[in-house]
């Protein structure tokens, strides 16, 4: 029964199989037409259905020899990213840094006085630790299609302070600081071509942050619709930058969660596992916002994505010890 429901799925989701499918095998077809049934994909061309067949059998070529790897430390998968290429995931999914100013420009210009250094207190600290533990974390969410993620990687820290002051969850919401934290305010972001959390808490300092239901998630850029201070929205006094070391990343993770930035070209199909696949990053690379929400007893990073649940362990993942993919360049958390 289960082969001639397969066979069923195999003739209605994909009936005209492209010739360059050819060098594939069956097992792949398969998988591509479970995939494609699961995420409900369409395509608006015969063309672009053989395209895209294409990118996920190369895609599902790649998952297959990397997890064959017995020494891989961690483990890559299906998702929603499975038929993009990966300049479009890179396009469509992170931040154009090439069109952001730098920070240090910006920082020159107009010397603010919400930035600081933070070093953290050398304090006792537990072996290992995970806000997800202590309920204090909104659900995972989606930013889709759009390079928000500094505005999710913010709303996150956000949140996560809220609950510690009220022990209540909220949802912030990333659509105004997409529409309205943008240079044409006065602010270095650029909505869904990128941006940087500290011109969010920035912008939340001085107008507010509303709540999702109040301000809706589009995952577009819009028109702003707060044009002065919101006289219910959550506010922050100040934002810092704590030490780039493993040790201050650790110690203020473990009192409060971090947004920090990283080089997330390599993560679109992690799975599971203890992810080391960025190489050496450096500043000019960093094209992604999460959340640090704590470490394991091997010193692993454990980070909160905005990809939604079916994207890595329920929309996390761990990062190995140390500075990769560039988590200690710009960790930053914000202060009632």
């Not at 010397?111 to 659900?139: C, E, K």
């Amino acid at each position: 029964m289960r082969i001639i429901a397969l066979i069923t799925l195999l003739l209605v989701v994909s009936p005209i199989i492209a010739d360059s499918t050819n060098n594939f095998s069956v097992s792949a077809l398969f998988a591509y037409n479970k995939w494609r049934y699961a995420n409900k994909r369409t395509y608006f061309s015969l063309e672009e259905q053989q395209f895209r067949q294409q990118i996920f059998f190369e895609t599902h070529e790649r998952i297959q020899n990397h997890n064959s790897n017995p020494e891989a430390t961690y483990k890559l998968a299906h998702n929603q990213f499975s038929d993009m290429p990966q300049e479009e995931f890179a396009s469509r999914v992170l931040m154009k840094s090439s069109q952001l100013i730098p920070r240090n420009a910006v920082q020159a210009q107009n010397n603010n006085s919400t930035t600081q250094q933070h070093t953290a207190q050398d304090v006792q600290l537990p072996a290992s630790f995970d806000w997800r533990d202590y309920g204090i974390l909104s659900d995972v969410k989606d930013q889709g299609q759009c390079g928000s993620c500094w505005a999710f990687s913010t709303t996150g820290i956000l949140e996560a302070l809220y609950f510690m002051e009220n022990r209540q969850k909220i949802s912030f919401s990333e659509q105004q600081l997409v529409d309205c934290a943008t240079n044409s305010n006065g602010f270095n972001s650029y909505g869904c071509s990128g941006g940087w959390p500290e011109e969010a808490l920035k912008y939340v300092a001085k107008f507010g942050i509303l709540k999702e239901e109040q301000y809706p998630y589009l995952a577009v850029d819009s028109k702003c619709k707060v044009s002065s201070p919101t006289s219910d929205g959550f506010k922050v006094q100040s934002f810092y930058f704590i030490d780039k070391t493993a040790d201050a990343l650790k110690n203020t993770v473990a009192r409060i969660p971090v947004s920090v930035l990283v080089d997330a070209s390599t993560w679109g199909s992690y799975s599971s596992g203890v992810y080391n696949g960025c190489g050496n990053t450096q500043t000019y690379n960093l094209n992604h916002a999460v959340v640090a929400i704590g470490y394991d007893e091997q010193g692993n990073w454990i980070i909160r994505n905005s990809w939604s649940t079916s994207w890595g362990m329920d929309g996390h993942m761990k990062l190995a010890p140390g500075n990769t993919c560039g988590i200690l360049l710009s960790p930053l958390i914000a202060v009632r």
